[in-house]
């Protein structure tokens, strides 16, 4: 009771605090009780955190929760990743990571004269998120969630169902953690933006803000790609990025608030866009709660490999709820105000060759992107409500209609660099121009000769080339006058690099399917490959049968190791096995093997049945096996040498005459 009764206060502490600081707004005597109040929050918050943790590290599997995504068998780093795996711990830590920020910003938007209308909403955002997690809470009992099968009041089961083997990954262990740190502060903007529109400060709230934004295009940036990196260590297809539609919704906002960055900076120089800044601050925040209520409303469970299942009815409508308040927040005031922000706004004069007029289009190029993107993850969706069939859109439908748009946003981002506020005599910038554009066409040649020979490849080789150059130029152009603009420079490199490594690992990597026995060599992409042993690792766990394959890969007189894993887990009751890739990492390429089926190898006997016949096991005699028939639940598949493959159900009598059924 101890943990659901520190949610119940917190909820209560957030609903007070949100109260007392738009209270204050009138009365500002009542400032002190709103922040005692928010302070009480955090610190209920922290002591909820910390109470689940320590039953999770002391093995308490009384509580549903914690039985469900941990187990005996998981080492401490696991074990406290299992804190985040599920719905119930992912609320709790993004309503800490909420509560804790808040602590940095009260007295910022204090100091900036914003406090108590920031903190109201931004309270009341905790409102919702604490409201989750009263719904979804991490310390219900099992005998509660399992009350209908009779489990008894004070049960203990001896060990946990554990951590999904997908999720055991170091990755795992950082990547939720700082995704929501970025979400906890993608509210900021939106709370600055609605507290701007109320009082009617359309200018200032841009230079208040902006640090906030910046910081959580970052850090909401580098959660993704840290997913990313996980993707390719664990999900044995070889990539980083699937437009999975739950990897997408993280997308969304990120790509919002990169236009937001973008046009936050022009109108701090020109006056210009501030409509568009109010529009997009606030969108970003929606499509944060967009991309909760697509991960955890159970909407894309059988489409997308990250869903949590179903939250139940509540929840579902609490999500739908949350989404809904903050729409009607966000639109009414910027309704309200949108006689008042036309009077004052600058019109729209950009000439061609101003930066701002580079930064705008660059900026629409992007929510071009987060369009085609929004359409692709919402299809499932969409298909469903008008045709009542749900289907997703192939990966190529990404790749086939964002390609223009990169190219485009690499070149905006290049050119813009050179041009100046207002207007730009672009005669005495050819010069500069020609530099980084030679040595981008000359590496876009390299490219061509080492078989980059598609048009659009090669443009968008070009592109990110001639963006990382002109960057790196004003990197030493400006070493000792505006070091402030680094992080701008090195962002915009990295963006460059990283679609310069989409193109090649995903339209130039190569790859073949090889069928090998122990001890044999074969030839692959120019590689010998040898099939050197098998080694059964960590046998002190229980719960997993696990195979280490360990595969040497030799190409001009150099010998590299991979070793793939393959192994079977209780977690699915050993149904179907798991799998990790083995990975050889060099500059240029990776050299990827990932399993896809195992045999024995070792020659056992084998047996011919029909069905409801029956015969001894052959390596022991003592067990009956019958074959009951086909089991058609999971189709029929075919295998890579056009064989067709079914499913048996297959039950063996033990010699104590006890029956199981295989399929």
């Given at each position: 009771m101890i943990g659901k009764f520190a949610v119940y206060i917190s909820l209560v502490l957030s609903i007070l605090s949100t109260l007392f600081y738009f209270i204050s707004i009138k009365n500002s005597k009542r400032i002190k009780l709103a922040e005692y109040l928010y302070f009480g929050l955090c610190g209920v918050l922290v002591f909820a955190s910390a109470y689940l943790?320590?039953?999770?590290?002391?093995?308490?599997?009384?509580?549903?929760?914690?039985?469900?995504?941990?187990?005996?068998?998981?080492?401490?780093?696991?074990?406290?990743?299992?804190?985040f795996s599920g719905q119930e711990g992912s609320f709790l830590l993004w309503a800490l990571m909420l509560g804790i920020l808040g602590l940095v910003l009260q007295p910022y938007a204090k100091k900036h004269g914003y406090q108590g209308i920031v903190m109201g909403f931004y309270s009341l955002i905790m409102v919702f998120i604490v409201t989750m997690l009263v719904a979804k809470s991490p310390f219900t009992y099992i005998w509660e969630s399992f009350a209908g099968e009779g489990v008894e009041i004070g049960f203990?089961?001896?060990?946990?169902?554990?951590l999904n083997p997908i999720l055991q990954n170091y990755w795992n262990a950082i990547h939720p953690p700082i995704l929501f740190i970025g979400y906890a502060a993608m509210t900021v903007p939106f709370v600055f933006a609605v507290a701007g529109l109320i009082r009617k400060d359309f200018k200032s709230w841009i230079d208040i803000s902006i640090p906030w934004t910046l910081a959580a295009t970052g850090v909401l940036g580098l959660g993704i790609m840290l997913g990313g990196f996980w993707a390719y260590e664990t999900l044995g297809w070889g990539g980083f990025w699937g437009w999975d539609p739950v990897e997408n919704a993280s997308l969304l906002p990120w790509l919002v608030a990169v236009a937001l960055v973008h046009t936050m900076l022009v109108q701090k120089r020109t006056g210009g866009l501030v409509r568009t800044n109010f529009v997009l601050a606030v969108l970003s925040f929606l499509l944060v709660i967009y991309a909760t209520f697509l991960t955890r409303s159970g909407v894309l469970g059988d489409i997308s490999v990250h869903s949590f299942g179903e939250p139940g009815k509540f929840v579902y409508t609490l999500?739908?709820?949350?989404?809904?308040?903050?729409f009607v927040i966000g639109v009414a005031t910027l309704i309200i105000r949108m006689k008042a922000i036309s009077q004052i706004a600058a019109k729209l004069d950009f000439k061609m060759s101003s930066r701002e007029f580079f930064l705008s289009i660059g900026s629409i190029v992007i929510l071009a992107i987060s369009v085609i993107v929004f359409l692709g993850t919402n299809w499932p969706i969409f298909s469903e409500l008008f045709s009542s069939q749900k289907s997703s859109v192939d990966i190529s439908f990404y790749d086939k209609w964002n390609m223009p748009f990169a190219i485009l946003i690499l070149l905006l981002n290049?050119?813009?660099?050179?041009?100046?506020?207002?207007?730009?005599?672009?005669?005495?910038?050819?010069?500069?121009?020609?530099?980084?554009?030679?040595?981008?066409?000359?590496?876009?040649?390299?490219?061509?000769?080492?078989?980059?020979?598609?048009?659009?490849?090669?443009?968008?080789?070009?592109?990110?080339?001639?963006?990382?150059?002109?960057?790196?130029?004003?990197i030493i152009r400006t070493w000792k006058t505006y070091k402030r603009g680094f992080g701008a420079y090195i962002s915009h490199i990295g963006v460059g690099f990283l679609l310069l490594g989409a193109l090649l690992s995903g339209a130039y990597s190569s790859s073949e399917h090889l069928s090998m026995e122990l001890g044999t060599?074969?030839?692959?992409?120019?590689?010998?490959?040898?099939?050197?042993?098998?080694?059964?690792?960590?046998?002190?766990?229980?719960?997993?049968?696990?195979?280490?394959?360990?595969?040497?890969?030799?190409?001009?007189?150099?010998?590299?190791?991979?070793?793939?894993?393959?192994?079977?887990?209780?977690?699915?009751?050993?149904?179907?096995?798991?799998?990790?890739?083995?990975?050889?990492?060099?500059?240029?390429?990776?050299l990827y093997v990932s399993p896809k089926a195992s045999q024995s190898g070792l020659n056992y006997p084998t047996v011919l049945l029909v069905k409801e016949e029956s015969t001894k096991v052959p390596i022991d005699t003592s067990i009956t096996m019958t074959m009951l028939g086909f089991d058609m639940q999971h189709g029929m598949s075919l295998s890579e040498d056009r064989k067709v493959k079914l499913g048996v159900a297959v039950e063996f009598t033990l010699p104590n005459k006890e029956k199981r059924v295989d399929t």
């Open positions: 943790l320590s039953n999770i590290l002391s093995y308490n599997f009384q509580f549903t929760y914690i039985w469900e995504y941990s187990s005996r068998e998981l080492p401490l780093g696991l074990l406290i990743t299992s804190f203990m089961p001896p060990n946990g169902r554990g999500l739908i709820g949350f989404m809904a308040t903050f290049a050119l813009s660099l050179y041009l100046h506020w207002n207007r730009t005599d672009i005669k005495s910038q050819i010069n500069k121009i020609a530099i980084s554009f030679s040595l981008a066409v000359a590496m876009a040649l390299v490219a061509f000769l080492n078989g980059v020979n598609i048009v659009g490849y090669l443009l968008l080789a070009f592109a990110s080339f001639y963006t990382i150059f002109v960057n790196a130029e004003f060599t074969k030839e692959a992409l120019g590689y010998k490959i040898t099939f050197k042993e098998v080694n059964q690792i960590e046998k002190h766990f229980k719960d997993r049968e696990k195979y280490e394959y360990v595969i040497t890969a030799e190409k001009d007189g150099k010998i590299a190791t991979l070793k793939p894993v393959f192994y079977w887990s209780d977690f699915n009751d050993r149904h179907e096995p798991f799998l990790e890739p083995g990975i050889h990492e060099q500059f240029m390429s990776d």
